[in-house]
């Protein structure tokens, strides 16, 4: 592939390039995207939503050869806005929309042209979010876009003024923790505008004939034949995951390295000539531990886990989640959003939705996600329930695709939210109400309860006064973080303190993963001595990250 | 036409309270309740309604309701008609006890034309204001046809709506098929219950009792201007009192609180409130 360096018109096809440059850059980056935690909380997945937006966008062109730039981008914006996952995605999908807009038409564009769609882009970008945010990716956008406008008229070269433009993407990055004082408590720059510096980056890389590594599989594989998708390539199946500590010395890292790399897949071996942390997938677990004990050095720490039996696990928990699971009702149906079996059930057997997405936190489901659950029920009429601010949006999207249904969305920002809203559902599904006024009794009941979270922090920052170290317990509320510590239950306890749960009567706690009913009970036990005139309630929730989400009401 | 002399049987179901019994010289037939392998009468002395509330949440099996044999029914209603031209008998619905039959049985050495027997399809004072509105018809017109007209129209107009501290009562009792179904089996739930023509439903699945206590007001609400209301209440005199206050402007003068019978009382259960208000259309 040689690209003319001096180019001054962008085609169908050097856009495809573009794009496949973009998220190639991304694919390569985007855990560091993820590691910009704006707050401590495991929601480390920005880089994550945005690849796999970027992904589904270069799934539609993969197989296109098309030389209309405007068709091409066409075809980006409608997979981006399919695959867009998350907040920065949603946006990310927004941008390309609006720059595909501006290119209708066209069967290539100039630099000019470039700048009008930069323009358009940014517009779009900003019109979808309610109440736009600066310090995040639309800064970031709108920073680069104005140097784009502003140098069109001078510069012809598409690589100068993509120059240009990832130089002005990267300074506004920078002033994002003077924008957005979350991020500057934090110590970060903003993550989704992180992860659009990737794509301009991989762009300019490779109009400039930089190295850009593309992943083999970054074609995302269709979600209706995940099954298919799952299958190992290998004839053995996926066999071992086996990991272990060395202890020894003069030990040389390189060579162990290269051993253990030969003997497997996804070799992971650091450490130093004293101590030497070893992953790989093999087939035979017996092989690099035979090796490691053959060097004479101790080993420890030895974790082998059948990655086999744990896909055949995931598949038949996938597949009969997937069958089936929500409730059959007549009139509007509600589509939601949950982790955790204990949640799933408590949301399609005690409430009554109709399907449950799985998601949440950490996975925040696509607009394509919410379509692909409304074909699968038969009602016409239709409530999304996305249960977390960072899947409004999505939601939305996907009410607004909606060809054949007629779908509202009530925007629950939290489960116990969503679980306040199933509760007018049920008691207003019965009587001869419409759409319209079902979604207004949901919508209206969000408020009825305070939504108290707990998790465990990935980075020690200080938040507001509460200093906060890696791997303790946090508290927030509604969203907000209030408490802090390493004991579990004094953080619940301040917690609930701080949501002047005294003054209110019910207390429900679902205890997620990890957790058991027998913890919960004693979990209960201790804050019955602030709590006394509260009634509790336990519930297993099964949720991920969280130990605990408690509602009060 | 002339004018009738006429007087009412109910039962104990009703919850009338004493002093209006009294007053419209109602007869109360008691019906049984049996619990911890005894049958004990319903008559505010062999069995006093709070400490029958307290006593069973700790009872091992379901407390039942059973109808009064037919020579207590026919004693009363014999008496009834010995001072009267005309006797009305007012019953709990016959879907729910035998106390209809044995009234209707009770009944039966009384001359057709002298004796109407009227299925009330209510329960507690909801099938109380129909004898209590019958009585004061009857004293004001003398006519038969009248009073039993006035019985449908309050019939007609009145609600009964419970609010549950506990599905636990309902559970135990099996009666209300949808209280076994799914809703409520992994979260609690406070229901409100619409009683109407002998069939208990629910009306809404409420999280906290707080809420279902405003929900009660906002339902008691919808039927004003109001004529008459009762509240009722399970052992939670407070409790009540509390939802009259909340009430506010709507609460007709000489409303009534009452601890309900054990009838209605072992399904609700403990810390149970209701209202039973009649809407003033029941005069048009």
Redo the contacts between chains.
């Keep these: 592939m040689i690209i003319e360096v001096k180019k001054q018109i962008c085609d169908g096809h050097l856009y495809k390039w573009l794009i496949a440059a973009g998220l190639a850059w991304l694919e390569h980056n985007h855990e560091r995207v993820n590691q910009l935690n704006v707050f401590p909380v495991p929601d480390g997945d920005t880089g994550t939503n945005m690849l796999l937006t970027m992904k589904r966008a270069y799934e539609e062109i993969a197989n296109l050869n098309e030389p209309h730039v405007g068709i091409v981008s066409e075809a980006v914006a409608r997979g981006a806005l399919m695959g867009a996952r998350g907040n920065s995605g949603v946006i990310l999908s927004q941008l390309l929309r609006g720059f595909a807009q501006r290119l209708h038409g066209h069967e290539n564009f100039d630099a000019y042209l470039f700048s009008e769609a930069c323009k358009s882009a940014v517009d779009m970008a900003y019109k979808a979010v309610i109440t736009p945010v600066e310090g995040t990716i639309l800064t970031v956008a709108r920073l680069a876009k104005d140097t784009v406008v502003e140098k069109a008229t001078q510069e012809s070269s598409l690589l100068e003024l993509l120059t240009l433009m990832v130089n002005a993407a990267y300074d506004a990055l920078q002033k994002t923790p003077d924008l957005l004082p979350v991020l500057k408590k934090a110590g970060v720059v903003d993550s989704g505008g992180q992860g659009f510096v990737f794509i301009l980056e991989g762009m300019l890389r490779l109009l400039r004939g930089e190295v850009v590594t593309m992943a083999r599989d970054s074609v995302l594989a269709n979600g209706e034949h995940w099954q298919d998708a799952l299958v190992p390539e290998d004839e053995e199946g996926y066999g071992y995951d086996v990991q272990f500590l060395m202890y020894g010395k003069d030990m040389d890292v390189n060579v162990v390295r290269a051993t253990i790399d030969a003997m497997g897949w996804s070799t992971l071996v650091v450490g130093d000539d004293k101590l030497i942390k070893v992953h790989v997938h093999v087939h035979d677990p017996g092989k690099p531990i035979s090796y490691a004990i053959g060097l004479g050095v101790a080993i420890d720490d030895v974790v082998v886990e059948n990655m086999q039996m744990q896909y055949q696990g995931y598949v038949e928990e996938r597949i009969g989640r997937e069958a089936g699971t929500g409730a059959d009702v007549d009139g509007v149906a509600v589509v939601t959003v949950a982790s955790g079996d204990?949640m799933r059930?408590?949301f399609t057997?005690?409430l009554?939705a109709a399907h449950v997405v799985s998601g949440g936190q950490t996975m925040n489901p696509s607009a394509e996600d919410f379509l692909a659950a409304i074909d699968k029920i038969p009602n016409k009429e239709i409530i999304l329930l996305p249960n977390n601010k960072n899947i409004i949006m999505a939601a939305r999207q996907a009410a607004s695709l909606a060809r054949d249904n007629q779908v509202r969305v009530v925007p629950s920002r939290s489960i116990q939210q969503g679980?306040?809203a199933m509760?007018a559902y049920?008691?207003t599904r019965e009587t001869d109400v419409s759409l319209d006024e079902i979604t207004q009794a949901m919508t209206n009941a969000l408020n009825?309860v305070i939504s108290a979270d707990v998790t465990n922090a990935t980075r020690s920052v200080e938040f507001d006064g509460v200093a906060v170290e890696e791997g303790h317990f946090i508290g927030l509320l509604d969203g907000t973080l209030v408490a802090a510590g390493d004991e579990l239950f004094e953080v619940v306890g301040q917690l609930l303190r701080k949501a002047n749960a005294s003054e209110k009567?019910?207390i429900?706690l679902y205890y997620g993963a990890g957790q058991d009913e027998a913890q919960a009970r004693a979990l209960v036990d201790y804050l019955i001595h602030d709590f006394g005139s509260q009634?509790f309630?336990v519930?297993a929730g099964g949720q991920p990250l969280y130990p605990y989400i408690i509602s009060i009401? | 036409m002339t004018f009738k002399k006429i007087r009412f049987v109910t039962d104990s179901v009703a919850d009338i309270p004493a002093d209006l019994a009294e007053k419209w010289q109602i007869k109360i037939v008691p019906c049984y309740v049996n619990y911890d392998g005894e049958s004990h009468l319903d008559d505010g002395k062999d069995l006093v309604r709070g400490e029958f509330f307290r006593k069973l949440p700790s009872m091992r099996t379901m407390p039942t309701t059973a109808a009064p044999s037919v020579g207590i029914t026919e004693k009363a209603i014999t008496e009834a008609a010995q001072d009267a031209d005309h006797v009305v008998i007012v019953t709990t619905p016959a879907k729910l006890s035998g106390i209809y039959n044995a009234m209707r049985l009770g009944a039966s050495n009384i001359p057709p034309e002298k004796v109407s027997l009227v299925d009330s399809g209510m329960v507690t004072m909801a099938l109380g204001w129909q004898v209590i509105v019958g009585a004061e018809v009857a004293a004001e017109t003398g006519d038969v046809q009248k009073v039993l007209d006035a019985i449908q129209r309050v019939r007609d107009n009145e609600k009964l709506y419970a609010g549950l501290a506990t599905m636990e009562f309902l559970r135990r009792g099996g009666r209300v098929g949808w209280a076994a179904a799914s809703i409520g089996a992994l979260l609690q739930i406070k229901p409100i219950l619409n009683v109407k023509d002998g069939e208990v439903t629910p009306l809404a699945r409420i999280r906290t009792f707080g809420k279902a206590v405003e929900k009660l007001v906002e339902l008691t609400r919808e039927q004003a201007p109001l004529d008459r209301l009762a509240i009722i209440h399970a052992n939670n005199l407070s409790g009540a009192e509390d939802l009259k206050r909340q009430l506010g402007d709507v609460v007709p003068e000489n409303t009534i609180i009452i601890e309900v019978g054990p009838t209605l009382g072992v399904h609700i259960g403990p810390g149970a409130l209701g209202v039973i208000p009649v809407s003033k259309s029941w005069r048009q």
Excluded: H, P, S
């Design positions: 204990g059930k408590l057997q005690d009554q679980i306040a509760f049920v008691n009825n009567e019910l429900t009634e309630e519930v009401e």
